[in-house]
């Protein structure tokens, strides 16, 4: 296998974070897949605009090669009715998309969703995307890891990990090595921002140093077999003039064909 293969997409739909920084992008998730070549996405609703029935959006996306869907989206959708969120539209989409292969809740460890997705709700969801050869995936931050998270840790197949701002690559190995202790042996994907959205006035670009710094561990730590996967955020600022995309671009070229 590919570096390349082992590379994610944050896909929310095009255009979802221009009102939360002063970018004004349009790239899809589908031309981020073309002008990267990175073909795995997380395909996750921002502030709801992703709404069941998926079957359009899923054909939409059948150009892509994995797609692990929101079972909730971000912290700005409003949550699902359901008991257990849009598990049941993801397996309806699955039906004819065979590219489906897993489900995620985004942003989730905040009072409101654990208390309404119990661990006996998560491990619900888990079972039946299970059932349908879906795993099931979350997200965690750096600052969300004082919580109590070991009994959570069942409820999901796999973790995606975040730092929140771009001043916490400066300690990425302390990070780094609390979550290999949280999550043992189970599969991790670790994720970089491609802007940096912490703070006000809509954030700035993600320092160069820093991001190459993180880019350059993480892509070792593929290679090495500690991490399962690398997450870029995202397409919605694929397209803007930033030094960070440019850096991730030239990686790229000069790893993205590497076996691993």
Not at 50 to 72: G, H, Q, T, Y
Not at 194 to 214: I, R, T
Request: proline share 4%.
């Amino acid at each position: 296998m590919k570096l390349i293969d082992k590379l994610w997409n944050w896909g929310h739909l095009e255009g979802s974070h221009n009102d939360c920084t002063p970018l004004d992008c349009k790239m899809t998730p589908e031309e981020f897949a073309l002008e990267y070549g990175i073909k795995n996405a997380f395909v996750v609703s921002y502030g709801g605009n992703i709404r069941p029935p998926f079957m359009d959006l899923a054909n939409r996306f059948s150009c892509l090669k994995e797609i692990k869907w929101s079972v909730l989206g971000d912290a700005s959708t409003p949550l699902p009715e359901s008991e257990l969120g849009n598990t049941d539209d993801i397996i309806d989409a699955l039906e004819s998309k065979a590219n489906i292969t897993g489900g995620v809740v985004d942003d989730f460890f905040s009072p409101q969703r654990m208390e309404r997705f119990t661990p006996e709700v998560l491990k619900k969801i888990k079972n039946k995307l299970n059932e349908k050869g879906l795993d099931f995936w979350c997200v965690l931050y750096d600052h969300q890891m004082e919580l109590e998270l070991e009994k959570y840790m069942d409820c999901f197949d796999g973790v995606t990990f975040w730092l929140w701002g771009c001043d916490k690559i400066n300690d990425m190995e302390y990070h780094l090595e609390k979550i290999f202790a949280l999550v043992k042996d189970k599969p991790l994907m670790l994720g970089i921002y491609l802007w940096d959205y912490k703070g006000g006035n809509g954030g700035n670009p993600m320092d160069p140093v820093l991001f190459e710094a993180q880019l350059a561990r993480y892509f070792e730590l593929l290679k090495n077999g500690r991490a399962d996967g690398v997450i870029f955020c995202s397409s919605t600022v694929g397209d803007a003039d930033l030094e960070s995309n440019r850096i991730l671009k030239r990686y790229l070229r000069d790893n993205g064909d590497l076996e691993i």
